[in-house]
Each structure stands twice: as structure tokens, then as C-alpha cells.
């Protein structure tokens, strides 16, 4: 490279006081900014960044990749390359060794020096009232090139499990190892496993899962009433541990919306089974005289549609649910064929 291109490519193209008086990718801590925006008449920029700084983030991010990298990687290097400026690959320590190895190569062909304090400054060109550290972590959380989860595959899916048996919830880790983003392999843990390593189911909780779900809250506060629990903080990982097909966040979003008032209302656990709203009762009456009115042999010659026209306020699906909740106290034997099951409803509403 020619000494003029290289004093080109070298030379700031932008002023940019703070970056100047502060060039480090760190933390700043109140005093120096407040130093700054004395000394330099500006006004600092904290949180989320507007659209218009995002297109200037990307721009730079663009521009660097051609002008520095492009000529020199490729392919999977050129994303690890970027990656590792961006502060990835720091638990494997061959790969980081390799990439740094890299980047030392292309100094010496250029004598041009790529390290993370000079890609901050180049991606900063252009927000003169960002810190370094606020530029480079932005650029970390929405400009780096690992995959989303819509790009995995099922294998790379059943090996994030895989991973997760094994080490934990160490997702910078997994997440470095598959070149996936940390959150991607987080969000999908949080989806399919519980704390206690099984897979999750979703949707509707069955009477077994409430009932375990509510002897978990009673055993984590070491109380015999369950209106105890209210106003406590309660441990979701212990609690979805306990409950065994549930995650934490579907745990703790049952007992927010569905519970908790519930509770409050209720004596014990067999009341709270048992508890239903005065407008849900009146559905499971319309739904039961549907059922013995059509008087059909199996479910699957139940008219559902023409059901849902005499519940317009519930969607089908919300109606096959209720039914389900109905079968569910319905004794084995009884629950065999359809028939009976209805009979039994019906006795035990009219004996």
C-alpha cells in the first residue's frame, strides 16, 4: 500500500472532539462526561438510539468492511473477523488466538492497525455526541454477523439443547461455539426447557399441572395456606422445577393472569380446580346441553362450527379447550366413550 493512501485511510475524515478527548471503549464515568460537555460544549446522548443514528451505525459498519476487511476475508473469516472486533470468541481461546494472528498479518501487509479501540472510532464517524463505549456496544447488540434462530436448522436446534444439558445457561458460550447470537440460543432454551431440564409443554394447563403447580408455591414458602403466598417473592426456577413441564416464565405468567385472583377468592387448592366465573359456567351449560341435545357417538361427529354459532363471543379453539377442561373431571371409566362422558357431566350437574 502507498504511504499517501495509507495517511488517506489513516487521517480522521470527520471531527469528532469526544471521541478525541475520551478515545477509549470504556465506560465513562460521570465526572469526565460532565468535563466534556463543559469543556466542549456538546450535550451527550444516553439510551436508545433514534433511526437516524441506527442508518448512520450501519453505514459505518458498511464502509469499514470494504475499506479495511473486504479486500482481505471472506466468507465464514470475514464474519469471525468481525466478531471477534466485536468481542466475541473470548471463552475459546485457539479461535481468538487465530483471528487476533489475522488481523496482526494484515498490520504488517498494510501498516495498518485494526483493533477494537480503532473500529469503535471509525464506527463512531458521524455521532459526535455518543461515547466510544455507547457506539461499540450498540454495534455489538444489532450489527454482528452471528445468526438469528429463524436460520438454524433442526440439528443445530437439537445441539443447542444439547449444550445447554451441558453447560447451563452459559449462552455467550453456546452461542459462540454454534456462531449464533446469545439471545437466540437464551430464547430458545426459555421456549422448549424448564429448570428442571425436561421440555416444556404449552398452552392450556392441565387440572395434574395446576395442582402440582400450587403444592410447588406451598413447599418454596413453607406455608400450609395458600393465601400466604400473596405479596411474597417466589422463586419461578424452584417452582418450575417442581412442576416439571412448565418453564419459568410460563409459571410465572400463569400465576399473574390466571391465579392471583384466584387465590385471593379461594380457600384451598380443590376450590381453586373447581373455581370458574359466572360467565364461564354458563358456557360449560351450553356446551353440555349441545352435547346431549345432538346426543352424537364420538367427538369427531360433534358439529363444532355450528356449536361456535351459538357461543359467537369464544373462537373454536377456546371452545375445545373448555371441553377439554370439562372431560378432565370425568372419572377414567366414565371417559371411555363419549356418551357416557356426557351422561356423567350432566348427572353431576342435574343429580
Not at 504488517?108 to 456496544?137: C, H
Not at 387440572?207 to 417466589?234: N, P, S, V, W, Y
Request: aromatic share 8%; charged share 35%; net charge positive.
Amino acid at each position: 500500500m502507498s504511504e499517501a493512501k495509507k495517511a488517506r485511510l489513516d487521517k480522521p475524515l470527520w471531527p469528532c472532539p469526544l471521541h478525541d478527548m475520551f478515545p477509549k471503549v470504556i465506560r465513562l464515568s460521570k465526572e469526565e462526561i460532565k468535563e466534556a460537555e463543559e469543556k466542549l460544549d456538546i450535550k451527550v446522548r444516553y439510551g436508545t438510539y433514534d433511526e437516524q443514528e441506527n442508518k448512520i451505525l450501519a453505514k459505518n459498519m458498511k464502509r469499514f468492511t470494504k475499506r479495511y476487511l473486504a479486500a482481505h476475508f471472506d466468507g465464514e473469516q470475514l464474519r469471525d473477523v468481525i466478531c471477534h472486533l466485536l468481542g466475541y470468541f473470548n471463552y475459546f481461546t485457539e479461535k481468538k488466538r487465530e483471528l487476533q494472528g489475522m488481523l496482526d498479518a494484515l498490520e504488517l501487509e498494510t501498516n495498518i492497525k485494526i483493533d477494537r479501540l480503532s473500529f469503535a472510532q471509525k464506527l463512531g464517524r458521524n455521532l459526535p455526541n455518543r461515547t466510544l463505549n455507547s457506539v461499540y456496544y450498540r454495534a455489538r447488540q444489532s450489527l454482528t454477523p452471528l445468526r438469528n434462530l429463524a436460520d438454524l436448522s433442526d440439528k443445530e436446534k437439537t445441539k443447542i439443547i444439547k449444550l445447554h444439558q451441558k453447560k447451563g445457561k452459559k449462552f455467550t458460550q453456546m452461542a459462540e461455539e454454534l456462531r449464533v447470537h446469545p439471545k437466540a440460543c437464551q430464547y430458545y432454551i426459555r421456549e422448549k426447557v424448564n429448570a428442571s431440564g425436561n421440555f416444556n409443554n404449552t398452552g392450556h394447563w392441565t387440572r395434574k399441572e395446576i395442582k402440582r403447580f400450587l403444592k410447588a408455591i406451598m413447599q418454596t414458602l413453607e406455608i400450609d395456606d395458600l393465601k400466604k403466598c400473596l405479596g411474597k417473592k417466589l422463586s419461578w426456577t424452584a417452582i418450575s422445577k417442581l412442576v416439571g413441564t412448565r418453564s419459568e416464565q410460563g409459571c410465572k405468567t400463569y400465576f399473574e393472569t390466571r391465579l392471583l385472583w384466584k387465590i385471593g377468592n379461594c380457600e384451598d387448592i380443590d376450590t381453586i380446580l373447581t373455581y370458574s366465573t359466572k360467565k364461564k359456567r354458563m358456557d360449560e351449560k351450553v356446551i353440555l346441553h349441545f352435547m346431549n341435545t345432538e346426543n352424537e357417538r364420538s367427538e369427531e361427529a360433534v358439529d363444532w362450527n355450528l356449536l361456535q354459532t351459538k357461543l359467537p363471543h369464544l373462537s373454536l379453539r377456546k371452545i375445545l379447550q373448555t371441553w377439554d377442561q370439562m372431560k378432565e373431571e370425568i372419572p377414567a371409566e366414565s371417559r371411555v366413550h363419549h356418551r357416557l362422558a356426557v351422561k356423567y357431566l350432566m348427572q353431576s350437574v342435574n343429580p
